[in-house]
């Protein structure tokens, strides 16, 4: 089964892949007027054929706080999975990524948890507890809130269940924090992304919507714990 759909129909979107829809960008299609309509595909095989519903995080990988050693190449995983959204013509873009690859400077004041699997770190996340990845940011954390930054997975290791992993670890750092609500931030042409949180409880919350300084809309999620 398929349908189409609009970038800016986050309601429907998240009813969709809800129900168990995937994206699908060779149904993709443009219309006279510039919109781009996104397609969605819903294999009706029984569930338990399913190869979505089979995905199990490989016992050869760890979810983990990652240590000093591993912060370099962590970084360069974390990086390769941006890089496809970096916009070539925005000189804010490279600061952007290297910023993403310098885990050493934030994990002082973060928490930074990683995918590592055979010893090798394939991706990582970032979890604002108590403070923000940018000391000096405008916008403090609330006390109940935790805000997670800066998922990425190598592109390589997709689709074996680390993304999902590695939130539900940010989920289970926040309660034991005492916090009550995790929030985030992603972009309208992160599909994949947004069918993780929206499949894991997020909800769209339009009250955090804000605007990079390249112009970029990135939306805001908020989970309530």
Known sequence: MTLRTTGFMDVARGMYE?????????????VDDGDLLIGYRLSLAP??????????????????ELRPEEYEE?????????????HPDDPESRPYLQRIADIRDRAGHTLVLGAVEDG??????????????????????A????????????????????GRALMEACLER?????????????EHEMHAAQALYWSMGFVRDAGLDRVADDGTVLLGFRLDL
Do not use: Q
């Not at 809800?18 to 443009?30: E, I, K, N, V």
């Not at 995983?77 to 959204?85: I, L, S």
């Not at 926040?174 to 992603?186: I, M, Q």
């Open 18 to 30: 809800r129900m168990g829809f995937h994206r699908d960008p060779t149904l993709d299609y443009l």
């Open 120 to 141: 090798r770190a394939i991706g990582s996340v970032t979890l604002e507890l108590d403070a923000k990845v940018e000391p000096d940011s405008p916008r403090p954390l």
């Open 174 to 186: 926040a309660r034991a924090s005492g916090k009550r609500t995790v929030t985030l931030h992603t």
């Open 143 to 162: 006390p109940d809130t935790a805000n997670v930054r800066m998922l990425g997975i190598h592109p390589s290791a997709r689709r074996r269940g680390a």
């Open 47 to 64: 569930r338990s054929c399913r190869p979505d519903r089979l995905l199990a995080l490989d016992p050869s990988m760890e979810i983990r």
């Open 74 to 86: 962590a970084g360069r995983a974390t990086v390769a999975a941006w890089a496809e959204y970096a």
